[in-house]
């Protein structure tokens, strides 16, 4: 197994190429920036199957497709997404709140597009309830009355960099929802809470509310519970310091609050279906907020 990786920034407007054919590209508009990750363009020609594992993290994609079927399966014991050819026509989902390692197969050509949003952002474009969002295939109509109209015109776009412009312009002509100010003093308080060993509980006492309040807060913002969403965030602190800063597991441990070793290794486990040790064995390079292992052992 190899890592899908950023191999390396070589666009002045913060292009970074993957392999796999793939492209991160980051927003160039100085607002849309502090609510959209990148937009991520995937492109495989060829039909044949190639299958990849990604893991929990608090950002929530829209990812976009052109001709293709998609089979999304999320219970208690798997987190599956499996693509294959599809009629002509648009599917656009969200992927997101993961609890477990997310795998995808494809066994398709793919044309896909990925809007990767930072947490809490969707609430500035739209109102709609998560749980409906999550349960539909035509997400991308939020944006726009004639979603199918303007998503033949941006994939028919060859060059990557229109796309990205086109999206941001569409973006920003439905930003028109304020952000909640308790949820972005919550979103700071918990960037800062591995200072402070910050529980829900304290959480809900600094941001002067009580915790089914939070909770709502949470569900209404983000789509998850603010103790999950705590978690996710650890664990990815914890993958990043693992992975970037190369530090020593016992001090990783140590800085997160873990006192025990034995619920350390359990706690990551859970979330990428490897220990510590285990993951590092199998990750080359990693780069930004993509940590993706290929499952083909003979991919190039």
Not at 66 to 86: A, L, M, V
Not at 189 to 216: D, H, V, Y
Request: aromatic content about 12%.
């Amino acid at each position: 197994m190899i890592l899908l990786f950023l191999s390396a920034f070589v666009h002045p407007h913060d292009i970074a190429y993957l392999t796999m054919e793939s492209i991160i590209i980051k927003p160039r508009n100085e607002v849309l920036k502090k609510y959209v990750q990148y937009f991520l363009f995937f492109k495989k020609t060829d039909p044949g199957f190639l299958s990849y594992s990604t893991f929990p993290n608090n950002n929530l994609c829209l990812a976009i497709y052109k001709e293709n079927t998609i089979d999304y399966t999320s219970n208690s014991k798997s987190n599956n997404c499996i693509i294959t050819p599809g009629n002509v026509g648009f599917k656009s989902r969200l992927f997101g709140f993961h609890k477990m390692p997310f795998q995808v197969n494809i066994s398709s050509a793919l044309d896909q597009i990925c809007i990767l949003f930072e947490p809490a952002a969707l609430r500035v474009f739209t109102r709609e309830s998560f749980e409906d969002l999550l349960a539909i295939d035509h997400v991308f109509d939020i944006f726009t009355q004639k979603s199918d109209f303007f998503l033949e015109q941006l994939f028919d776009e060859n060059n990557l960099l229109s796309r990205a412009e086109k999206l941001e312009t569409l973006l920003l002509e439905n930003l028109n929802v304020r952000q909640s100010e308790k949820m972005i003093e919550a979103l700071h308080l918990i960037k800062r809470g591995s200072e402070q060993n910050l529980t829900t509980e304290k959480l809900a006492k600094k941001l002067g509310m009580s915790a089914p309040t939070l909770f709502r807060l949470f569900k209404n913002n983000i789509g998850m519970n603010p103790k999950s969403f705590m978690n996710t965030h650890r664990f990815r602190n914890i993958l990043n310091e693992i992975l970037r800063e190369k530090q020593a597991l016992t001090h990783v441990a140590y800085a997160n609050l873990y006192y025990d070793q034995a619920h350390f290794i359990k706690d990551f486990r859970s979330f990428s279906g490897y220990s510590p040790k285990q993951l590092l064995n199998k990750i080359s390079i990693e780069q930004n907020d993509l940590a993706w292992i290929y499952n083909n052992k003979n991919h190039r």
